[in-house]
């Protein structure tokens, strides 16, 4: 049930005794609620999303991807990190930064599907032909394609260049579609088919796995059959924070995710609430310490090894951060890691070691985050969440990478390939 506005609302709240999904396409959130209606968990409904959103916006997440999740489950709270893994035959020294942009050599292991059916096997409840069979409609009979969707395909162009495939799927004889034109994917809804048949087999050591590997090799990419077969997700723990009552999770690296909850620790030892909603004294504060907590993710590399984890989250660190918060004065922060030149006054150098119990050794030198290149589009990754009435819940984020991941299309498969190598 939607309702009106309310207050500084500027969108209806939608209310549900069942569940509730929110996504960026409503086909997607669609898809997750009539698999709710039909008897499904958060996590039946989270699996048919997630495929139904690499349906409607396949310039952000795809089977070809990679995917990180959150689980509320029976009251216990897991992460799954399914960021993909390096081929075992990249070779650093003989790629460009051009080749990681696109192409056959920017492809990792794609970790999405173990990700998501992996979900799917240990807590799902119905079979998984059900749970992907909105996607697989999608994918079959069409869509209408959004202004959205019509700009990223002009935008990312070039990207589909990387592959015949790939064009032929998106652009209609070399041209760009119109808003409200229908997308038809029927070698995607045959893949679908593959998955709801045969599962995490299928795309890691079966036929799939066999066509992306013959299309990578005759391309000179890295990626192989071994590859795939070897990879498996890790399930861990959260990372988590108090913030006013409420525990805060995120899911632990490698991701950035820590940067939010450093903000919230920033923001822990002021009183908010008596600055007035989206004022300027609560934007300059709420702005201020993200753009410490910014520093502090890019600065000490927290997808690396060795990362100061439990420094970064520690109260007494975040108390010393704090200070740096003028409040009549915005301080400067170089933020992303491709701006790799220190700007003048930029927030200083912090030191988590000092109150990490473990990470890096006092005076160690601390890493620079890697350059995957100039900003290519700012949007190229997808988030949703599902609960559901019984207070199970899962969020996950997914992507390829850029927008169209590396641009090479498996024939035959509808498959986009990630060009996650340009991230790591």
Known sequence: ??????????????????????????????AGIEVLLHGGTAVDAAVATSFALHVVE?????????????LLHRGRREALVS????????????????????????????????????????????????????????????????????EFFRKARPQLAYSAEAERTFLSHGALPRPGTLLVQKDLAGTLRLLADGGLDAFYRGPLARAIARTLEAQGGWLGEADLAAFRPTWGTPLSVGFRGHEVCVPP?????????????????????????????????????????SADRVGFNVLGPGAPIAGLLSPRYAAERRKLIDPGRATVSGGERWNAERLPGEVPRGRPVDFDAGGLPAG?????????????????????AVADGDGTVVTVTQTLGSPFGSGVMVPGTGLLLNNLLMWA
Request: proline share 10%; glycine share 10%; charged share 15%.
């Open 83 to 150: 960021a993909g893994a390096m081929p075992a035959a990249a070779d650093p020294t003989h790629v460009t930064a051009d080749d990681l942009k696109g192409g056959p050599r920017s492809i990792g292991v794609p970790g999405l599907v173990a990700a998501v059916l992996g979900l799917h096997e240990r807590h799902g409840t119905l079979p998984r032909a059900r749970v992907l069979a909105p996607a697989i409609r999608l994918a079959e009979d069409g869509f209408p394609l959004t202004w959205k969707n019509c």
């Open 1 to 30: 049930m939607s309702t009106p506005p309310h207050g500084l609302a500027h969108r209806p709240t939608v209310m549900g005794r069942r569940g509730v999904v929110a996504a960026a396409h409503p086909l997607a959130a669609v």
């Open 253 to 293: 690296p490698p991701t950035n995710a820590i940067q939010a909850l450093q903000t919230l620790q920033i923001l822990e030892g002021f009183d908010l609430s008596t600055m007035g909603h989206n004022s300027i004294e609560y934007l300059h504060h709420f702005i201020e310490a993200a753009k410490i907590a």
């Open 364 to 384: 160690a030198a601390v890493a620079a985050g890697g350059d995957p290149g100039p900003d290519f589009m700012r949007e190229h990754t997808t988030h949703f």
């Open 58 to 70: 396949p310039y952000m997440s795809g089977p070809g991807g990679v995917a990180t999740l959150l």
